[in-house]
């Protein structure tokens, strides 16, 4: 398997790794995530991407020490519900490394990655229901590279709710970057789409 986007190559790991995301409020949508490795230690954060803080539209990835890791940003105009990914603070006249979009047609939705590298461009596609946390990233060879489940407790064998969820990280896919893309997801299916809506796979580049 090829390696893809390296946002931190602190969250690239070299066996398939489990993390654990959680919503850090069940009051508002959208105020944040906590993510933690199979041990329980804080590695990834979001405390807030409400439109006090900073734009509505835009999201902060930032490690456990607060460092800014990756900023994710709608484009706009777009009509194609398009956003952006900047490695760590978004500036003026920065370019992103890579962008997400979704197209729809009548019944269905879409998610194509497009990432932008000095060997040319790069594509993911997006299949599964965020809603019902169940996706697969896949490359462009149709391997899958992460994969977004629904927790399950192994003390009781319940599945939790969908506050709690696994990031599975196959190796050598940076956790930082499928990260950001969860944090797009979350926007996409908060703003656009019902709880049960899917995203379903694509034939387009």
Request: hydrophobic share 35%; glycine share 8%.
């Amino acid at each position: 398997m090829k390696a893809g986007l390296v946002v931190d190559d602190g969250f690239i790991y070299g066996e398939e790794t489990n993390l654990t995301v959680l919503k850090t409020s069940l009051f508002f949508a959208n105020d944040g995530f906590t993510v933690y490795d199979c041990t329980g230690q804080l590695v990834l954060r979001v405390d807030f991407y409400g439109p006090e803080m900073r734009r509505k539209d835009e999201v902060v990835l930032m490690d456990a020490n607060g460092r800014c890791l990756l900023t994710v940003s709608k484009k706009r105009p777009s009509l194609h519900h398009r956003w952006e990914g900047y490695t760590g603070e978004r500036t003026e006249g920065k370019k992103p490394i890579f962008s997400v979009r979704r197209s729809s047609i009548i019944g269905r939705c879409s998610v194509t990655v497009e990432v932008y590298g000095t060997q040319g461009q790069e594509y993911y596609q997006i299949e599964g229901s965020y809603a019902n946390r169940a996706c697969l990233i896949l490359n462009a060879e149709k391997e899958s590279v992460a994969e977004i489940r629904r927790k399950v407790d192994a003390s009781t064998n319940v599945v939790l709710g969908k506050d709690v969820f696994t990031l599975c990280l196959k190796p050598g896919f940076d956790g930082a970057f499928a990260m950001g893309l969860v944090l797009i997801l979350d926007q996409i299916n908060a703003y656009d789409f019902p709880e049960d809506a899917a995203v379903q796979p694509t034939t387009e580049n």
